[in-house]
Protein backbone atom coordinates (compact mmCIF):
# COMPACT_ATOMS: atom_id res chain seq x y z
CA UNK A 1 0.00 0.00 0.00
CA UNK A 2 3.08 2.23 0.99
CA UNK A 3 4.57 1.15 -2.99
CA UNK A 4 1.03 2.43 -4.42
CA UNK A 5 0.89 5.81 -2.28
CA UNK A 6 4.44 6.80 -3.54
CA UNK A 7 3.67 6.05 -7.15
CA UNK A 8 0.25 7.45 -6.39
CA UNK A 9 2.09 11.09 -5.62
CA UNK A 10 4.75 10.66 -8.75
CA UNK A 11 1.41 10.80 -10.75
CA UNK A 12 0.21 13.72 -8.96
CA UNK A 13 3.08 15.71 -8.99
CA UNK A 14 3.55 15.17 -13.01
CA UNK A 15 0.44 16.26 -13.53
CA UNK A 16 0.78 19.24 -11.13
CA UNK A 17 4.14 19.91 -12.83
CA UNK A 18 2.55 19.55 -16.29
CA UNK A 19 -0.59 21.63 -16.24
CA UNK A 20 0.58 23.89 -13.08
CA UNK A 21 -2.95 23.50 -11.31
CA UNK A 22 -2.91 22.90 -8.06
CA UNK A 23 -2.26 19.28 -6.25
CA UNK A 24 -5.58 19.65 -3.95
CA UNK A 25 -7.82 19.14 -7.25
CA UNK A 26 -6.29 15.67 -8.17
CA UNK A 27 -4.60 14.54 -4.90
CA UNK A 28 -7.88 14.60 -2.17
CA UNK A 29 -10.47 13.18 -5.03
CA UNK A 30 -8.06 10.72 -5.45
CA UNK A 31 -7.59 9.97 -2.00
CA UNK A 32 -11.09 9.85 -1.38
CA UNK A 33 -12.54 7.93 -4.25
CA UNK A 34 -8.92 4.86 -5.12
CA UNK A 35 -7.93 4.54 -1.56
CA UNK A 36 -11.51 4.81 0.66
CA UNK A 37 -9.81 7.63 2.82
CA UNK A 38 -12.17 9.87 4.40
CA UNK A 39 -12.67 13.08 3.31
CA UNK A 40 -12.03 14.87 6.71
CA UNK A 41 -8.65 12.61 6.08
CA UNK A 42 -7.43 13.34 3.02
CA UNK A 43 -8.30 17.37 3.05
CA UNK A 44 -6.13 17.48 6.54
CA UNK A 45 -3.27 15.60 4.59
CA UNK A 46 -3.14 17.56 1.11
CA UNK A 47 -3.23 20.79 3.00
CA UNK A 48 -0.08 20.04 5.32
CA UNK A 49 1.12 18.41 1.69
CA UNK A 50 0.76 21.13 -0.21
CA UNK A 51 2.32 23.72 2.79
CA UNK A 52 5.72 21.95 2.20
CA UNK A 53 5.25 21.70 -1.34
CA UNK A 54 4.11 25.03 -1.97
CA UNK A 55 7.03 26.25 0.58
CA UNK A 56 9.62 25.11 -1.51
CA UNK A 57 7.85 26.81 -4.81
CA UNK A 58 7.99 30.26 -2.69
CA UNK A 59 11.59 30.38 -2.32
CA UNK A 60 11.95 29.80 -5.74
CA UNK A 61 9.94 32.47 -7.38
CA UNK A 62 10.91 35.09 -4.12
CA UNK A 63 14.72 34.42 -5.81
CA UNK A 64 13.26 35.39 -9.35
CA UNK A 65 11.30 38.33 -8.03
CA UNK A 66 7.96 37.65 -9.05
CA UNK A 67 5.99 37.62 -5.70
CA UNK A 68 3.82 40.63 -4.83
CA UNK A 69 3.70 40.86 -1.34
CA UNK A 70 1.87 43.86 -1.08
CA UNK A 71 -1.27 41.64 -2.83
CA UNK A 72 -0.09 38.07 -0.44
CA UNK A 73 -0.78 40.83 2.81
CA UNK A 74 -4.08 41.70 1.23
CA UNK A 75 -5.30 37.94 0.48
CA UNK A 76 -3.94 36.53 3.90
CA UNK A 77 -5.82 39.45 5.77
CA UNK A 78 -8.71 37.71 4.38
CA UNK A 79 -7.98 34.38 4.04
CA UNK A 80 -5.98 33.50 7.52
CA UNK A 81 -9.21 34.65 9.33
CA UNK A 82 -11.53 32.89 7.34
CA UNK A 83 -9.17 29.70 7.34
CA UNK A 84 -9.46 29.84 11.37
CA UNK A 85 -13.40 30.38 11.33
CA UNK A 86 -13.41 26.69 9.01
CA UNK A 87 -11.70 25.53 11.09
CA UNK A 88 -13.60 26.15 14.26
CA UNK A 89 -16.90 25.19 12.55
CA UNK A 90 -15.22 21.60 11.70
CA UNK A 91 -14.38 21.38 15.06
CA UNK A 92 -17.83 22.37 16.36
CA UNK A 93 -20.06 20.03 14.12
CA UNK A 94 -17.66 17.33 14.04
CA UNK A 95 -14.77 16.60 11.10
CA UNK A 96 -15.71 12.88 11.74
CA UNK A 97 -19.49 12.06 11.78
CA UNK A 98 -20.78 10.85 8.35
CA UNK A 99 -22.86 13.70 7.93
CA UNK A 100 -20.27 15.60 8.21
CA UNK A 101 -17.69 13.87 5.74
CA UNK A 102 -20.87 13.87 3.16
CA UNK A 103 -20.55 17.77 3.04
CA UNK A 104 -17.07 17.46 2.96
CA UNK A 105 -17.37 15.24 0.38
CA UNK A 106 -19.90 17.69 -1.83
CA UNK A 107 -17.88 20.69 -0.89
CA UNK A 108 -14.65 18.92 -3.04
CA UNK A 109 -16.99 18.18 -5.83
CA UNK A 110 -18.16 21.78 -5.78
CA UNK A 111 -14.43 22.81 -5.62
CA UNK A 112 -13.53 20.81 -8.54
CA UNK A 113 -16.35 21.99 -10.38
CA UNK A 114 -15.03 25.70 -9.91
CA UNK A 115 -11.17 24.64 -11.13
CA UNK A 116 -12.71 22.82 -14.48
CA UNK A 117 -14.58 26.47 -14.72
CA UNK A 118 -11.05 28.43 -14.50
CA UNK A 119 -8.97 25.77 -16.69
CA UNK A 120 -11.64 26.71 -19.78
CA UNK A 121 -12.34 29.99 -18.54
CA UNK A 122 -9.83 31.83 -17.71
CA UNK A 123 -8.05 33.36 -21.19
CA UNK A 124 -11.81 34.26 -21.99
CA UNK A 125 -12.01 36.47 -18.83
CA UNK A 126 -8.99 37.75 -19.23
CA UNK A 127 -9.62 38.92 -22.66
CA UNK A 128 -13.16 40.60 -21.49
CA UNK A 129 -11.33 42.57 -18.45
CA UNK A 130 -8.65 44.04 -21.08
CA UNK A 131 -11.09 44.85 -23.75
CA UNK A 132 -13.16 46.79 -20.51
CA UNK A 133 -10.35 48.77 -18.95
CA UNK A 134 -12.32 51.33 -17.43
CA UNK A 135 -14.47 48.34 -15.67
CA UNK A 136 -10.96 47.60 -13.80
CA UNK A 137 -11.39 48.27 -9.88
CA UNK A 138 -8.67 50.33 -8.22
CA UNK A 139 -7.27 51.92 -5.29
CA UNK A 140 -9.68 50.86 -2.22
CA UNK A 141 -12.04 48.85 -4.33
CA UNK A 142 -9.34 46.57 -5.22
CA UNK A 143 -7.80 46.11 -1.96
CA UNK A 144 -11.44 45.27 -0.70
CA UNK A 145 -12.19 42.46 -3.34
CA UNK A 146 -8.75 40.97 -2.69
CA UNK A 147 -9.48 40.78 0.97
CA UNK A 148 -12.93 39.20 0.53
CA UNK A 149 -11.68 37.04 -2.61
CA UNK A 150 -8.72 35.96 0.10
CA UNK A 151 -11.41 34.83 2.56
CA UNK A 152 -13.48 32.68 0.29
CA UNK A 153 -10.39 30.68 -1.15
CA UNK A 154 -9.71 30.39 2.75
CA UNK A 155 -12.86 28.82 3.26
CA UNK A 156 -12.84 26.87 0.57
CA UNK A 157 -9.16 25.89 1.10
CA UNK A 158 -9.66 24.73 4.70
CA UNK A 159 -13.18 22.72 3.96
CA UNK A 160 -11.49 21.21 0.57
CA UNK A 161 -8.24 21.90 0.43
CA UNK A 162 -8.70 22.70 -2.86
CA UNK A 163 -8.61 26.79 -4.62
CA UNK A 164 -5.21 28.21 -3.98
CA UNK A 165 -4.28 26.87 -7.11
CA UNK A 166 -6.36 27.23 -10.66
CA UNK A 167 -9.47 29.35 -8.33
CA UNK A 168 -6.94 31.02 -7.12
CA UNK A 169 -4.88 32.43 -9.67
CA UNK A 170 -7.90 33.04 -11.99
CA UNK A 171 -9.22 35.69 -9.14
CA UNK A 172 -6.09 37.06 -9.38
CA UNK A 173 -6.09 37.02 -13.50
CA UNK A 174 -8.96 39.04 -13.06
CA UNK A 175 -8.22 41.61 -10.05
CA UNK A 176 -4.70 42.41 -11.51
CA UNK A 177 -4.84 41.44 -15.55
CA UNK A 178 -1.07 43.44 -16.11
CA UNK A 179 0.58 40.83 -13.93
CA UNK A 180 2.43 38.55 -15.56
CA UNK A 181 1.48 34.84 -16.03
CA UNK A 182 5.17 34.51 -13.50
CA UNK A 183 3.88 36.88 -10.79
CA UNK A 184 0.46 35.35 -10.82
CA UNK A 185 1.81 32.48 -10.55
CA UNK A 186 4.67 33.66 -7.51
CA UNK A 187 2.06 35.48 -5.33
CA UNK A 188 -0.63 32.73 -5.99
CA UNK A 189 2.12 30.55 -4.25
CA UNK A 190 3.41 32.63 -1.72
CA UNK A 191 -0.36 33.37 0.28
CA UNK A 192 -1.11 29.70 -0.04
CA UNK A 193 1.96 28.76 2.11
CA UNK A 194 0.13 30.54 5.45
CA UNK A 195 -3.02 29.35 4.33
CA UNK A 196 -2.51 25.99 3.93
CA UNK A 197 0.03 25.80 6.53
CA UNK A 198 -2.76 27.44 9.36
CA UNK A 199 -4.91 25.21 7.93
CA UNK A 200 -2.86 21.90 8.39
CA UNK A 201 -2.50 22.99 11.57
CA UNK A 202 -5.94 22.91 12.22
CA UNK A 203 -6.35 19.70 10.50
CA UNK A 204 -3.92 18.43 12.69
CA UNK A 205 -5.36 19.50 15.85
CA UNK A 206 -9.00 17.97 14.78
CA UNK A 207 -7.27 14.68 14.49
CA UNK A 208 -7.51 14.42 10.78
CA UNK A 209 -3.84 14.11 9.39
CA UNK A 210 -2.38 10.56 8.05
CA UNK A 211 1.80 11.20 8.71
CA UNK A 212 2.97 8.37 6.87
CA UNK A 213 0.03 8.78 4.18
CA UNK A 214 2.33 12.10 4.16
CA UNK A 215 5.85 11.42 3.97
CA UNK A 216 4.95 8.58 1.10
CA UNK A 217 3.25 11.01 -1.48
CA UNK A 218 6.03 13.10 -0.85
CA UNK A 219 8.54 11.18 -1.52
CA UNK A 220 6.88 10.68 -4.95
CA UNK A 221 5.56 14.01 -5.93
CA UNK A 222 8.94 15.56 -5.69
CA UNK A 223 10.46 13.89 -9.07
CA UNK A 224 7.20 13.40 -10.52
CA UNK A 225 6.76 17.47 -10.66
CA UNK A 226 10.56 17.73 -11.75
CA UNK A 227 9.83 15.02 -14.45
CA UNK A 228 5.88 17.12 -15.70
CA UNK A 229 7.99 20.48 -15.90
CA UNK A 230 10.30 19.49 -18.68
CA UNK A 231 7.52 16.88 -20.37
CA UNK A 232 4.99 20.49 -19.94
CA UNK A 233 7.20 21.97 -22.58
CA UNK A 234 6.82 19.22 -25.58
CA UNK A 235 3.19 19.00 -24.84
CA UNK A 236 0.45 21.61 -26.17
CA UNK A 237 -0.83 23.04 -23.28
CA UNK A 238 -4.57 23.31 -24.69
CA UNK A 239 -4.26 19.64 -24.89
CA UNK A 240 -3.69 19.23 -21.24
CA UNK A 241 -6.08 21.71 -20.17
CA UNK A 242 -8.98 20.00 -21.54
CA UNK A 243 -7.45 16.37 -20.51
CA UNK A 244 -7.32 17.77 -17.44
CA UNK A 245 -10.69 19.74 -17.24
CA UNK A 246 -12.52 16.19 -18.63
CA UNK A 247 -10.75 14.05 -15.68
CA UNK A 248 -11.84 16.32 -13.31
CA UNK A 249 -15.30 16.71 -14.16
CA UNK A 250 -15.75 13.17 -14.34
CA UNK A 251 -14.04 13.00 -10.57
CA UNK A 252 -16.41 15.41 -9.51
CA UNK A 253 -19.80 13.73 -11.04
CA UNK A 254 -18.03 10.43 -8.98
CA UNK A 255 -17.90 12.33 -5.34
CA UNK A 256 -21.92 13.92 -5.80
CA UNK A 257 -23.10 10.30 -7.34
Known amino acids: MLLTYVISGFAVGLLVGMTGVGGGSLMTPLLTLLFGVPPSVAVGTDLAFASITKGFGTFTHRLRGTVHWDIVKLLCIGALPAALVATAGLKYFGTLTPEMGQLI????????????????????MLAWI?????RQLKGRALATATIVSGAVLGILVTVSSIGAGAIGATLLVMLYPRLSSAEVAGTDIAYAVPLTAIAAVGHWWLGSINWTLLFTLLIGSVPGITLGSWIARAVPERFLRALLAMTLTGVAAKLIY
Open 105 to 124: RYSIAGSVLLTVVALLFKGK
Open 130 to 134: NARPG
